[in-house]
């Protein structure tokens, strides 16, 4: 698993430290349709009509290599924030300070891309995200609504690093990042009743973080499983429950709503809060549970509802906290149950 986690961090440049965000978006020319880049010191916009070499950034995970609990790790993002522990608010998401472009809704409440392998780079968008094309990379970037990323029932792959998804204030009651086929890599959630959304083939998420909420009626979760399919990786995470009203789960793969789930690698992540706070039913394939941290007595009912039996489950662990993410006591060993 070290050669596996080296080989994605090369790939997707892991991640960050201090607050996401960036400034007042400034007003967007009339139409952009292909590639915005803003940074600090450039031109406020910079058209380019192709990505750049190297295009999309989407490791395929590999559930078949068993993990080497190795425990919390630094996250460096590519602007030079890092994090000692696990990922935060204060690490992960849009580099501060970034001046950042806003782009017109062109699609009712969305700003919909047109042009396959575009690159959205210090973009802000007011509203859904709508991806109905291929290649698609994000990076630098504040989301106040959803991606969505499927066309004519097909979902398109696409990547995003290092940007911020929800809006800074209220509840939205929809996945901040869903559904398939898409790598996310040092990734801010924020005011979203679920977080992540698995509902296709080979997912990646590494090194973000995930703040939910909830709207009277929801079932938040930091990761769902809802007509999922094969090969997720879901590695080295931060998912905080707490004070959310309307809940299941941080990590949610229920019996019966996913029957093509396969290949799911959860590892290295820390979870707080839900009712059970991990719910892994009917995974086919492999099942990797490994090293994972669960913070104490922040569960409902039990910390775990899974098929032990079928879980390759070691090094597990519940823990204590500080305010800043940060491990100041291993409680002892979290066991599977269910």
């Not at 802000?124 to 970037?141: H, T």
């Not at 998804?165 to 898409?182: D, I, K, Q, W």
């Not at 941290?293 to 090094?315: F, H, I, N, S």
Request: include cysteine; hydrophobic fraction near 35%.
């Amino acid at each position: 698993m070290r050669q596996l986690i080296t080989g994605l961090a090369l790939l997707v440049a892991v991640a960050a430290c201090t607050p996401a965000g960036g400034e007042s978006p400034s007003a967007a020319p009339a139409t952009v349709t292909v590639t915005v880049t803003a940074s600090p010191g450039a031109p406020e916009s910079t058209p380019v009509s192709a990505p750049p070499s190297g295009g999309t950034v989407r490791p395929t995970p590999k559930p078949a290599d068993k993990p080497t609990a190795f425990g919390p790790r630094q996250v460096v993002a590519p602007d030079g924030r890092t994090c000692p522990d696990h990922p935060t608010p204060a690490c992960t998401g849009a580099p501060p300070g970034l001046k950042l472009q806003k782009m017109p809704l062109n699609d009712g409440n969305a700003y919909r891309v047109t042009v396959p392998g575009s690159t959205l780079d210090g973009v802000y968008v007011p509203g859904d995200l709508v991806i109905p094309v291929s290649d698609v990379v994000i990076k630098n970037s504040v989301i106040d609504g959803t991606i969505f990323a499927y066309k004519d029932n097909v979902q398109q792959p696409y990547t995003i690093m290092d940007s911020t998804v929800g809006p800074a204030e209220g509840c939205n009651s929809l996945p901040g990042v869903g559904e398939g086929h898409y790598t996310a890599a040092r990734v801010y959630i924020r005011n979203h009743g679920d977080g992540f959304r698995d509902s296709g083939d080979d997912i990646v998420i590494m090194d973000s973080f995930v703040d939910l909420c909830s709207n009277p009626g929801d079932h938040s979760d930091g990761i769902q499983g809802y007509g999922a399919g094969r090969n997720l990786f879901f590695d080295h995470n931060t998912i905080d429950q707490r004070g959310v009203a309307d809940r299941t789960a941080p990590i949610f793969f229920p019996a019966k709503q996913s029957p093509k789930a396969a290949n799911i690698t959860i590892t290295n992540n820390l979870v707080i809060g839900g009712t059970y706070s991990i719910q892994l039913r009917e995974i086919a394939g492999s099942l990797i549970a490994r090293n994972n941290m669960m913070v104490d007595k922040t569960w409902d009912y039990l910390p775990v509802d899974a098929d032990c039996g079928k879980a390759d489950w070691k090094d597990n662990q519940i823990v204590e906290i500080d305010q800043a993410y940060r491990i100041t006591k291993t409680v002892g060993p979290l066991q599977c149950t269910g």
